[in-house]
T-cell receptor
């Protein structure tokens, strides 16, 4: 079965600074990988996903993520954060064998320092 | 034009009561889900339906019973509510259910915050 770990519970960065949120997964074959964002009081919204092809994936709101099989990682990056990026970020993993089921990580809360 | 809607948004009730949460999607998706998000923001799938058939049923107490009258609706009924049921419940929908379909984007509703006193 697949699993996903987000080692950082809470990260604070200054507005305009770069951002990297870490995600590690466990799965024997090529996983389906996602990053979702949850703004306060809202549901989750997909930022980007990877399931094959180019390992650098571009998403909405200026985010990108890179799939690194050798490190079992799918870290999320943004070159310059905005105050509106403050939210909870969830990495998730799906698998070919698991029908529609995906497993979410425990989330990383991002705070932005003015 | 809300894609996935849930009612109610807030639900406060006493222990032992029975309550329902409703979910509707207008995206034409054939698969719908219920998730529970606890106070630490951990998000766990509870159920998934495809075209009114149950396809995912995690280890959830049988006090929780999902019902899908049609593929656009998935309701969650909870009997004999307990303090530990307090959480935010999210409905979601997506295309597909076959093997490999877990790469499909899931669209989430705004959540229902359930508080059991």
């Amino acid at each position: 079965a697949q699993s996903v770990t987000q080692p950082d519970i809470h990260i604070t960065v200054s507005e305009g600074a770069s951002l990297e949120l870490r995600c590690n997964y466990s799965y024997g074959a090529t996983p389906y990988l996602f990053w979702y964002v949850q703004s306060p009081g809202q549901g989750l919204q997909l930022l980007l996903k990877y399931f094959s092809g180019d390992t650098l994936v571009q998403g909405i709101k200026g985010f990108e993520a890179e799939f690194k099989r050798s490190q079992s990682s799918f870290n999320l990056r943004k070159p310059s954060v905005h105050w509106s990026d403050a939210a909870e970020y969830f990495c998730a993993v799906g698998a070919y064998s698991s029908a529609s089921k995906i497993i979410f990580g425990s989330g990383t809360r991002l705070s932005i320092r003015p | 034009d809300t894609a996935v809607s849930q009612t109610p948004k807030y639900l406060v009730t006493q222990m032992g009561n029975d309550k329902s949460i409703k979910c509707e999607q207008n995206l034409g998706h054939d698969t719908m889900y219920w998730y529970k998000q606890d106070s630490k923001k951990f998000l766990k799938i509870m159920f998934s339906y495809n075209n009114k058939e149950l396809i995912i049923n995690e280890t959830v107490p049988n006090r929780f019973s999902p019902k899908s009258p049609d593929k656009a609706h998935l309701n969650l009924h909870i009997n004999s509510l307990e303090l530990g049921d307090s959480a935010v419940y999210f409905c979601a929908s997506s295309h597909g259910t076959s093997k490999g379909a877990s790469y499909n984007e899931q669209f989430f509703g705004p959540g229902t915050r359930l508080t059991v006193l």
